[in-house]
C-alpha cells in the first residue's frame, strides 16, 4: 500500500484486503506508541464571543509515527477504541492536558479571565468503570481545579449504554467538572437526549455552519440550537467557525463561544504562547 503524505495512509481506492493490512499494521504501531513517546496534545483556542477573549483550549490527540508521520486522529482513535488502548493513552492525555493548563493558568495576567481545558471522552472510555477515579486523580495530582475541566461526550458514547454510562457522568459533574455535548446534531436521537444529560455545554458540530451568515438554512438549525440549549441552562460553543462572517453571525445570535480556524488551529503548546496575554483583534 502506498502513502498518502500528511496524513499518512488514505483508506479511499484500496481493496479490502489491502484496507485490512493497513489497519493491522496501525494496530501492531499504536501499541507501542505512548511508550516510544510517538503520541503528543495540541491544543486549539476557545474565544469568547462577546469579547473575542481567549477563554481556554481544546486538547487533541496526535500520533508522530516514525516512518508515516501523522497519522490523523480520525484514523488512530477508532482503533485505539476497539482495542481498548485509548483508555491509557486517554488517562495520560488528560494528565498531559491538566499540567500544561496548570501552567497556563499560572503564567496568564492578572485581569483575563480563567482559563478552561476540554478534552475528548471517547465510548470506551465512557464505559471503563475505573474514569471517575483516573479524573479525580488527574485533579488532586495537577492541582486543577475541576471547575476549569471540560470533558467532551458524544451521543453515541452515552446512548450505548445510557444507564451504565449515567452514574459516571453524574459523579462527574458532582465532581465539579463540566460536561459538553461534543459534535451535537450528528446523531439520531439528540433532542431527547439532551435533557438527561447532565451536561453545562453543548457544541454544535461544524456541518451547521456551512453557510451561517450567508443565508444557509443551517441559520434556523443553529438558531434553535441556541435557543433551546439556553432555555436548558446550558452555553453554546460553536466549532469549526473560519470566517468572520460566521462569526459574526454566531455573536449576533447569542452563541456563547466559538472555535475554528479563525482564531487557530490545533498546535503544540509551545506555539501558543502568543495567546496568553492579548485579546484576538480582527
Ligand atoms: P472533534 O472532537 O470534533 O475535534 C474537532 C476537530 O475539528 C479537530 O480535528 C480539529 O482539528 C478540527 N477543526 C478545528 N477547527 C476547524 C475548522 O475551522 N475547520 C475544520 N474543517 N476543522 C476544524 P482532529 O484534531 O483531526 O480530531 C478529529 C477527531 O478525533 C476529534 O473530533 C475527536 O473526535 C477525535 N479525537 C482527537 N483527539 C482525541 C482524544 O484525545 N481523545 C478522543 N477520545 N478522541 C480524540
Ligand atoms: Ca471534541
Ligand atoms: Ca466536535
Ligand atoms: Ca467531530
Known amino acids: 500500500a502506498k502513502r498518502s503524505g500528511r496524513n499518512g495512509y488514505a483508506f479511499f481506492d484500496r481493496t479490502l484486503h489491502e484496507q485490512v493490512r493497513i489497519r493491522v499494521d496501525l494496530e501492531q504501531a499504536l501499541r507501542g506508541a505512548l511508550d516510544r513517546g510517538e503520541l503528543s496534545v495540541h491544543y486549539q483556542p476557545i474565544v469568547d464571543l462577546a469579547t473575542d477573549e481567549l477563554s481556554g ?8 509515527h516514525p516512518e508515516l508521520g501523522t497519522v490523523s486522529p480520525l484514523e488512530f482513535i477508532p482503533i485505539a477504541e476497539d482495542t481498548g488502548l485509548i483508555v491509557e493513552s486517554g488517562a495520560w492525555l488528560l494528565e498531559e492536558a491538566a499540567a500544561q493548563l496548570v501552567r497556563w493558568r499560572a503564567q496568564r495576567p492578572a485581569g483575563l479571565p480563567e482559563l478552561h481545558i476540554s478534552v475528548n471522552i471517547s465510548v470506551r472510555q465512557l464505559r471503563d468503570a475505573a474514569l471517575v477515579g483516573v479524573v479525580r486523580g488527574v485533579l488532586d495530582r495537577t492541582g486543577l481545579p475541576a471547575s476549569a475541566l471540560w470533558l467532551e461526550i458524544t451521543e453515541s458514547g452515552v446512548m450505548e449504554d445510557p444507564e451504565g454510562v449515567l452514574a459516571d457522568l453524574r459523579a462527574l459533574r458532582d465532581l465539579g467538572v463540566t460536561l459538553c455535548i461534543d459534535d451535537f446534531g450528528t446523531g439520531y436521537s439528540s433532542l431527547s437526549y439532551l435533557r438527561f444529560i447532565p451536561a453545562g455545554i453543548v457544541k ?9 451568515g450567508a443565508g444557509s438554512a443551517n441559520e434556523a438549525i443553529v438558531r434553535a440550537v441556541v435557543a433551546m440549549a439556553h432555555t436548558l441552562g446550558q452555553e453554546v460553543v460553536a466549532e469549526g467557525v473560519e470566517t468572520l462572517v460566521q462569526r459574526d453571525w454566531l455573536r449576533e445570535h447569542g452563541c456563547d463561544r466559538a472555535q475554528g480556524w479563525l482564531y487557530g488551529a490545533p498546535r503544540p503548546a509551545k506555539a501558543q504562547l502568543l495567546w496568553m496575554d492579548r485579546s484576538v483583534s480582527m
Open 57 to 64: 483550549f481544546e486538547a487533541l490527540m496526535r500520533w508522530n
Open 204 to 212: 454544535i458540530d461544524r456541518s451547521f455552519l456551512a453557510g451561517v
